[in-house]
């Protein structure tokens, strides 16, 4: 997981050094963010994002209820609406996107503008 990332951060960077860099993961990947920190210092040891400060940002599930209407943001894929109890449908949590990297310098380089 985290070598295709730092993969994509070394694309991005282009040569240029590294200071921090932003993930957003789904909830569903139930990663440990220490775990996922040292994983992801592993794979740069000796890339321009071996020194990096990862920023996890880790998404919800929503969960959209086929009862009441209601959407909800869980960090478990809940089985039932937590207003009504009915039927839910899950989406989300398997994402895995680099979101932005810094440079060193300060300039920010998005890849999702908002
Ligand atoms: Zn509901």
């Not at 282009?14 to 789904?26: K, Q, S």
Request: charged letters at 25%.
């Amino acid at each position: 997981m985290c070598e295709g990332l730092v993969d994509l951060v070394q694309q991005e960077a282009a040569g240029r050094r590294v200071t921090g860099v932003r993930v957003r993961i789904g909830a569903g990947h139930a990663v440990v963010p220490e775990a996922f920190g040292q994983a992801f210092a592993l794979a740069a040891g000796g890339t321009a994002a071996q020194d990096a400060e990862l920023d996890l940002v880790v998404v919800p599930f929503t969960l959209d209820c086929r009862g009441c209407g209601g959407r909800t943001e869980s960090a478990d894929a809940l089985a039932a609406c937590p207003s009504c109890g009915g039927d839910v449908d899950v989406t989300g949590g398997d994402e895995l996107v680099l979101e932005s990297i810094r440079l060193e310098g300060g300039a920010d380089v998005s890849r999702h503008p908002r």
